[in-house]
T-cell receptor
Framework: DTEVTQTPKHLVMGMTNKKSLKCEQH?????MYWYKQKAKKPPELMFV???????INESVPSRFSPECPNSSLLNLHLHALQPEDSALYLC????????????FGQGTRLTVV | DAKTTQPNSMESNEEEPVHLPCNHS???????IHWYRQLPSQGPEYVIH???SNVNNRMASLAIAEDRKSSTLILHRATLRDAAVYYC??????????FGTGTSLTVIP
């Protein structure tokens, strides 16, 4: 199983809503990532979890709250988002070493209305 | 964070070889060079990676300059399915994984 599964595939939410994005992998990877990608732009790193601990937070606004409940799961909790937060949110996982590849999910297409 | 620079776009004829360049002049000795590609509406897909020596796999070859300040991804025979945005990335030991601007490859039938 070399898949990273993200749910939901599409999400529309209002600016006062609270929602969560979910990411799951069963490859035994201990590093997991959240990226944000706007149209025709490269993915931007948001958070990195290493061994279930947050190791990198790229100055992401607090309305995005990551959570890693176990080594297979990564969540991104969303609250009070703005329309400019509409984007494709990508999850990835890898073994910890820099000489290993990362596997990406297909992303969640988020629209904030 | 280490940076890479790539041409915005390139074109290739189908079944011809394609050489996609990448500059990474600030690379450190322990950074690995990774290449990923992204098809429309999909997540990025791993292509190849290397440290110092040239690398080959079933998808592509990676040629790394001797000073490691640049690299070239080689697709030996471009197909229409290779049309994608190709990203050259430096991956460091802190698991930082920053994408550059990427090269949009168009394959002409």
């Amino acid at each position: 199983d070399t898949e990273v599964t993200q749910t939901p595939k599409h999400l529309v939410m209002g600016m006062t809503n609270k929602k969560s994005l979910k990411c799951e992998q069963h490859m035994g990877h201990r590093a997991m990532y959240w990226y944000k990608q706007k149209a025709k732009k490269p993915p931007e790193l948001m958070f990195v979890y290493s061994y279930e601990k947050l190791s990198i937070n790229e100055s992401v606004p607090s309305r995005f709250s990551p959570e890693c409940p176990n080594s297979s799961l990564l969540n991104l909790h969303l609250h009070a988002l703005q329309p400019e937060d509409s984007a494709l949110y990508l999850c990835a996982s890898s073994h910890g070493a820099s000489n290993t590849e990362a596997f990406f999910g297909q992303g969640t297409r988020l629209t904030v209305v | 964070d280490a940076k890479t620079t790539q041409p915005n776009s390139m074109e290739s004829n189908e079944e011809e070889p394609v050489h996609l360049p990448c500059n990474h002049s600030t690379i450190s000795g322990t950074d690995y060079i990774h290449w990923y590609r992204q098809l429309p509406s999909q997540g990025p897909e791993y292509v190849i990676h290397g440290l110092t020596s040239n690398v080959n796999n079933r998808m592509a070859s990676l040629a790394i300059a001797e000073d490691r300040k640049s690299s070239t991804l080689i697709l030996h025979r471009a197909t229409l399915r290779d049309a994608a945005v190709y990203y050259c990335i430096l991956r460091d030991r802190r698991n930082q994984f920053y994408f550059g601007t990427g090269t949009s490859l168009t394959v002409i039938p």
